[in-house]
Nanobody, 127 residues
């Protein structure tokens, strides 16, 4: 089992940058999980943003964030990050980190395939 706590959200102007962090703790080894970032805007379904393999060797992004967002992890510090640049008003949402235990064959985009979730952090981009 793993507990996830996001931080780093806030209010930023369009074109600005934010870095989200996700701290993992618990009895399970962080490096055994693929990790993902999702977001949910009001009235919309939860949306995949980015995922990273257990060792950071593979990443995958939502098309609309490619080139602007970068996912990374530090398995020594048990941390997951999402660097967000060139932010747009449509990036406004609650951002969640999630852990996918033991999957190695592909990086999932489906929320139902993730085992643990954080509580979320609000990102608001003003125009």
């Amino acid at each position: 089992q793993v507990q996830l706590v996001e931080s780093g959200g806030g209010l930023v102007e369009a074109g600005g940058s934010l870095t989200l962090s996700c701290a993992a703790s618990g009895r399970s080894t962080f490096s055994r999980y693929a990790m993902g970032w999702f977001r949910q805007a009001p009235g919309k379904e939860r949306e995949f943003v980015a995922a990273i393999s257990w060792n950071g060797g593979r990443t995958y992004y939502l098309d609309s964030v490619k080139g602007r967002f970068s996912i990374s992890r530090d398995n020594v510090k048990n941390m997951l990050y999402l660097q967000m640049n060139s932010l747009k008003p449509e990036d406004t949402a609650v951002y969640y980190c999630a852990a996918d235990f033991g999957r190695t064959t592909y990086l999932s985009q489906k929320p139902t395939e993730y085992d643990y979730w954080g509580q979320g952090t609000q990102v608001t981009v003003s125009s």
